[in-house]
Nanobody, 124 residues
């Protein structure tokens, strides 16, 4: 699976952005999908994930209630709607595909394929 993330940019605190991840060369619908982010000088961290069917979603506590993950298996796309953005959300955001079990769905090493990343900058 090849993944291409897009939608990043510069936004003021309190604003919104929608990230997208387009998948190709694989059976997108058979993979669980995740979003991770990495801020300057920090380790990559889990943001959100969605099971292959779209029936189960997962969020980091820091984004719960502000971000919404969704997928369209017919279009091979993954989205992350980010609302009420904060300066601490500034990071490069990566989409990833894998087949993690529930207990590992928040772990980056459970994902096989990664997109190139898209930069989100939230100004205060």
């Amino acid at each position: 699976v090849q993944l291409q993330a897009s939608g990043g940019g510069l936004v003021q605190a309190g604003g919104s952005l929608r990230l997208s991840c387009a998948a190709s060369r694989g059976t997108f619908s058979s993979y669980s999908m995740g979003w991770f982010r990495q801020a300057p000088g920090k380790e990559r961290e889990f943001v959100s994930a969605i099971k292959w069917s779209g029936g189960s979603t997962y969020y980091a506590d820091s984004v719960k209630g502000r971000f919404i993950i969704s997928r369209n298996n017919a279009k091979n796309t993954l989205d992350l709607q980010m609302n009420t953005l904060k300066p601490e959300d500034t990071a490069v955001y990566y989409c990833a595909a894998g087949r993690p079990i529930t207990s590992t769905i928040k772990q980056s090493n459970a994902y096989y394929y990664w997109g190139q990343g898209t930069l989100v900058t939230v100004s205060s």
